[in-house]
């Protein structure tokens, strides 16, 4: 993990006072000045210095627990985590109470991988320390651990947590994904130990296919479970999604209309399948056939009237049919859904300008335009682990304000 611990700043002037360290008064001297230097020198940040300086003054007084738990933080603040860690040892030895170092050194040891011994550590810094900071380090170093020991169910209960208490953070989201994302992939590969022949491992291998790109494999395979179960729901669908994506590359009508008769043999098997029902709408509608397309985007609504995707396709047909007032009622509701849609807020606007209602035209447009420049300086993305279950609405080409 890169994220860096606090330094104690422990060692203070007062710690010298008082008989607390004693000696000759030429080591006394000694000791005030190296404390000196090594203080100024953490404030600004200079650890190198800072740590020939602790290191002076362990080697004038080694039994203070607070100058070990400094050497200690800077080595970690250095990345040498194996000198850190003997440091942390012996300053939570010499004084129990040290909590912070006694985290530290969990941390520290999490680093060195002795994630056995740093586990009871970071748990309890993980649920009861109340440094923000802190409490994410602990966490983050928790999913190494529980990797390590290969303890994934630890790991995934402790990644969830992080989730909820650092939801915007992406070094949390990277390293919670790959959790998830490797307890996925064992979860499937005991799937395929255990029942190596079921239908749910041909149809998670279908998958894993398609999201690959391998449309044959992936058809094949879906197919397997068709054979084993002829009305198992959903499969269709796959299939049709996985001809409709090959048809991206060939350009096949043969690729295309195996599509629909998918999505159509889905709606057989499954009534309330809205997303193929969506599907067929939206080749009819790409295709010209408006009629078709109302009709299919109507029965995708029903089933499901919160299908943005479905609103905004319905919302497009029904104004290429001039059935204009009808069509502002399902863009109006796909914006209320998802108001950062930039394809509904347009298609919101050509249906007022359509309207005449000057006001909210300007309203949508301006909405349009916001969400269109902030997609435009956005990174590009793609999807990581699965295709997308439906094809996403778009504005037509040349079409744009």
């Known amino acids: 993990m890169r ?27 000694a000791v005030s000045r190296y404390a000196e230097e090594g203080q100024s020198a953490l404030a600004e940040g200079r650890y190198a210095d800072a740590e020939r300086a602790f290191e002076k003054l362990k080697a004038l007084e080694p039994a203070v627990a607070e100058i070990r738990a400094n050497l ?24 129990p109470s040290l909590a912070k170092a006694s985290t530290l050194l969990s941390i520290a040891l999490s680093e060195t991988g002795n994630y056995k011994e740093a586990i009871p550590g970071l748990e309890k810094g993980f649920a009861l320390g109340s440094d923000a900071q802190v409490k994410r380090m602990c966490g983050l170093q928790l999913l190494r651990a529980y990797s390590g020991l290969h303890q994934d169910e630890k790991a995934v209960r402790t990644a969830l947590e992080l989730g909820h208490l650092y939801g915007q953070d992406p070094e949390v989201l990277y390293h919670t994904g790959r959790i998830y994302g490797n307890f996925a992939y064992l979860t499937m590969k005991k799937l395929g130990a255990v029942a190596p022949d079921s239908v749910w491992r041909n149809e998670a291998a279908g998958e894993a296919y398609q999201s690959q790109g391998a449309y044959e494999q992936a058809i094949s395979a879906y197919e397997s479970v068709l054979k084993v179960d002829p009305a198992m729901p959903g499969i269709h669908f796959r299939i049709g999604r996985a001809y409709q ?4 590359t060939t350009r096949s009508d043969n690729d295309m209309a195996s599509a629909i008769t998918e999505y159509l043999l889905e709606l057989k098997a499954d009534p309330t399948n809205a997303s193929a029902a969506y599907q067929i709408a939206e ?3 790409t295709h010209g056939d408006l009629s078709s397309a109302e009709k299919y985007f109507r029965m995708a609504v029903e089933q499901y009237p919160d299908f ?6 319905l919302g497009s047909t029904l104004s290429a049919l001039d059935k204009t007032s009808e069509a502002l009622a399902h863009l109006e509701k796909a914006v209320r859904l998802n108001p950062e849609d930039e394809v509904a807020w347009y298609r919101l606007s050509q249906v007022q300008r359509k309207l005449g209602n000057t006001q909210e035209l300007q309203r949508a447009l301006a909405e ?34």
């Open 308 to 313: 943005q995707e479905a609103q905004v396709g």
């Open 368 to 401: 349009y335009q916001r969400l269109h420049e902030k997609a435009k300086q956005a990174p590009p993305t793609q999807e990581l682990f699965s295709p997308a279950e439906i094809t996403k609405q778009q504005i037509e080409p040349n079409s744009e304000p």
């Open 3 to 29: 994220s860096q611990f606090p330094v104690f700043l422990l060692v203070c002037a007062g710690l010298f006072g008082g008989g607390r360290l004693q000696g000759q008064a030429t080591q006394a001297d």
């Open 283 to 285: 080749i009819h509608r």
């Open 245 to 248: 994506e090959r048809f991206r």
């Open 72 to 95: 200690g933080a800077i080595y970690f603040q250095e990345r040498k985590y194996d000198k850190a860690v003997p440091e942390l040892r012996q300053a939570v030895k010499l004084k």
